[in-house]
């Protein structure tokens, strides 16, 4: 493995981990964000805000949004100040989230879990993703093994596997 593939191994891994933070019954996530030096500037998971109740089965289930949680992105943008220049998330962001990492700057978003969400939305993310030059990856973890496998967009990766110095 390659050190460009372990990074994203460990960043998912880590988000991955802060998901069991998570206060949300319905949905746990996490997000790692870097700064444009390869530095955390941030992290985040999905729950209630600070001293809220956290979520019960009138407000969360599956046939619905939670109505308590406020999203991993979100939290982890809150909670840092800096431009971020790389997002790993456990799940796709919705399209406010992505929003907001575009906004700070963000050029790659690596997620494990796609959202879909409705068509009008998925159609907004991606002319939004397109419009600004952000890359959005998908990263499948092969089980507990150390083996990654990434879905569009292929000449992005090849450039970052091609640029890897590290």
Partial sequence: MNRTDLKNLVYMQI???????????????GAVLLGYDGSVVGTGYNGSLPGLTHCDEVSCNASQRC??????????????QARVATAYVTHEPCLRCTQDLIARGCKVIYFEVAYFGSLEEAV???RLVDESGTAKVQIHLAGHSNELTYTWPATVMAAQRGSDNG
């Fill in 15 to 29: 988000a991955k981990t802060l998901s069991q933070l998570s206060t949300c019954n319905r949905l746990k996530v």
């Fill in 67 to 80: 109505l308590r949680t406020r999203h991993a992105v979100r939290s982890a943008l809150d909670y840092s």
């Fill in 124 to 126: 907004a993310r991606a």
